[in-house]
């Protein structure tokens, strides 16, 4: 299976920052990477697939970068409804696998 | 705008025989993969498998012996059937629309499966 690593594991951020989250895979995975939002009680929500691309209604303050093995999303204003746990999954080869997760925490 | 709703019971002993369901509404059902997906504390987010209309399945190996995904009798539905269940299944289980190049983006609103004697 390709282990999905994400880092860090937790961070605080204030509201106005721009926070950053990586995620590494265990193997090259081309573009075939995607991340989701997740908040206490509900389920994970699509909000970048093939690395880079925006979800339909998701805002614009997310992107994501990368290729292979690295990749990145970025949240370039963090703001009120920003707070939650990101997750990246590779849709390479499966088993699909997801990262551990990073929980976005208020300073 | 799809929506999927999932059902199923909430609490079993060990060994029995987990079954959920789930049921699209509002897109289509063919053209698509249907997953199933779990979350724990221990693992957590964990693909368990996938099948699309035509009932062609793709299964996680790590759980391939004891599940099956079907399409339901009942149109636009799929259900998973997870046997020989321990502790270690307790979960919340999701069911999840596979889009495109395999990322999921819709989802059921979840099932807490707690596994105990």
């Known amino acids: 299976d390709i282990q999905m690593t994400q880092s860090p594991s937790s961070l605080s951020a204030s509201v106005g920052d721009r926070v950053t989250i990586t995620c590494r895979a265990s193997?090259?995975?081309?573009?075939?990477l995607n991340w989701y939002q997740q908040k206490p009680g509900k389920a994970p929500k699509l909000l970048i697939y093939s690395a880079s691309s925006l979800q339909s209604g998701v805002p614009s303050r997310f992107s994501g970068s990368g290729s292979e093995t690295d990749f990145t999303l970025t949240i370039s204003s963090l703001q009120p409804e920003d707070f939650a746990t990101y997750y990246c999954q590779q849709s390479y080869t499966t088993p699909w696998t997801f990262g551990h997760g990073t929980k976005v925490e208020i300073k | 705008q799809v929506q999927l709703q999932q059902w199923g019971a909430g609490l079993l002993k060990p060994s029995e025989t987990l079954s959920l369901t789930c049921a699209v509404y509002g897109g289509s059902f063919n053209g698509y993969y249907w997953s199933w997906i779990r979350q724990s504390p221990d693992k957590g987010l964990e693909w368990i498998g996938e099948i699309n209309h035509s009932a062609s399945a793709n299964y996680n190996p790590s759980l391939k012996s004891r599940v099956t995904i079907s399409v339901g009798t009942s149109k636009n539905q799929f259900s998973l059937k997870l046997n020989s269940v321990t502790a270690a299944d307790t979960a919340v289980y999701y069911c999840?629309?596979?889009?495109?190049?395999?990322?999921?983006?819709?989802w059921g609103q979840g099932t807490l499966v707690t596994v105990s004697s």
């Open positions: 999840a629309r596979v889009a495109w190049y395999r990322w999921f983006d819709s």
């Open positions: 193997q090259s995975i081309n573009s075939y």
